[in-house]
């Protein structure tokens, strides 16, 4: 039982020694605590006062309250300054504004010269951006302001609109003009909103006009790089040399016309492709505005359907519509009529566009027709008017399609009676 008891002893010593090593450790993180917190006081009040401040604008300098009873940065040298010149008012102490002179630390600068730009502002000129030029105020600003280009130079800029670069060479062993289309460079921007263009490229061989073609369209871009060859065969060499190259530049919209940003117009007189491809880089010219000298022109599309005996017309778009000499614009529609022989058997209207020199109609009209006859004996004629509530509707133009027409009205009518089921769609002047 002996040793029990002295175990117990033990035991109970330990708690005792506990609570006095956690009293000692207390008694002394209080003063390590008290300690800091003395030298931190001490440390404050030795510190210099805080700087002067100084109002730049009015020139006075503001001392704060808190350094009336103690040593203000240079009152030493402002007492010595006051000593050597007397008050003139009475012995009155004058207020010596010293901003030239000093610094927001009490230090003496050297002076500067100065910039006066009010009356009522006197600071030293310590930027090198300003430069003294009389009494006015140079700024950077001013100087790239004095360098703009002169309203001939700027209406040089707006007339540029872009440059297209091109390829021409001639395959003589299959006989092919071949043209690549490589890239065009500030191209001008179409849409107003993101200041960008969707811009593409139609191309045509003159003087014919057979060879049409087109690249596809690159999205928001002002520098499109097509790369896009085209090879036309049949072409013999001899007669490169009287071809054009007719590029057109337009900018894709799809909800209306596409823009035309510009043209380039090649001549091949005098081009040698004997040696290999030749490297073309042409400045992109604004479109040569196409005067009105007609009554317009109308873009219709035709097809005949043989297995239903049924001709289908549609009015898609004018252009070039004369204005009228009352009111100005014109608010046209399209009447078609529908002729077999001399007769007339049907006729249909469009809705009429209001104040619209280039109105698009999108209307579509179907007729029926002879199934024995075929289109030998029908025509369609196309109304042009100008509607006029207060008087009767005057006709700006009209359009005879049939088998007895010439030129390209007459083309466009053998072509879908060749080609029926296709939709065939032309542009044809209207006459008076």
Known sequence: ?????????????????????????????????????????????????????????????????????????????????????????????????????????????????????????????????????????????????????????????????????????????????????????????????????????????????????????????????????????????????????????????RFSRDDVIGEVLVHLAGVDLSKGAIVMNKEIIKRSAKKSTGRGELLVSLCYQSTTSTLTVVVLKARHLPKTESLGLSDPYVKVNLYQGQKRVCKKKTHVKKCSPNPVFNELFVFDVPAEGGLQDTSVELLLLDSDRQSRNEVIGRLRLGANAEGTIGEHWREICEHPRRQIAKWHTLSD
């Open 1 to 253: 039982m002996a040793p029990a008891t002295g175990d117990e002893a033990q035991l109970a010593e330990v708690p005792a020694a506990v609570g006095l090593v956690s009293v000692f450790g207390l008694v002394f993180t209080v003063s390590i605590f008290a300690w800091i917190c003395c030298q931190r006081k001490s440390t404050k009040s030795n510190k210099t006062p805080p700087y002067k401040f100084v109002h730049m604008l009015k020139g006075v300098d503001i001392y704060p309250e808190s350094l009336s009873n103690k040593k203000k940065f240079g009152a030493e040298e402002k007492q010595e300054l006051n000593s050597k010149s007397p008050s003139p008012a009475g012995g009155k102490p004058t207020l010596h504004l010293d901003l030239e002179k000093r610094d927001l630390n009490g230090n003496i600068t050297k002076s500067h010269p100065k910039v006066r730009s009010s009356p009522d502002l006197d600071f030293p000129l310590s930027h090198k951006g300003f430069s003294e030029v009389g009494k006015e105020l140079v700024t950077p600003e001013g100087l790239m302001a004095n360098t703009d280009t002169s309203p001939l130079e700027k209406a040089n800029q707006e007339n540029k609109l872009g440059m297209l670069v091109f390829s021409i060479e001639y395959n003589f062993e299959k006989k092919a003009f071949i043209v690549n289309i490589k890239e065009a460079h500030g191209l001008s921007a179409m849409d107003e909103q993101s200041m960008t263009s969707d811009p593409y490229v139609k191309m045509t061989i003159l003087p014919d006009k057979k060879h049409r073609v087109k690249t596809r369209v690159l999205r928001k871009t002002l520098d499109p790089c097509f790369d896009e060859t085209f090879s036309f065969y049949g072409i013999p060499y001899s007669q490169v040399q009287d071809l054009g190259l007719h590029f057109m530049i337009l900018s894709f919209d």
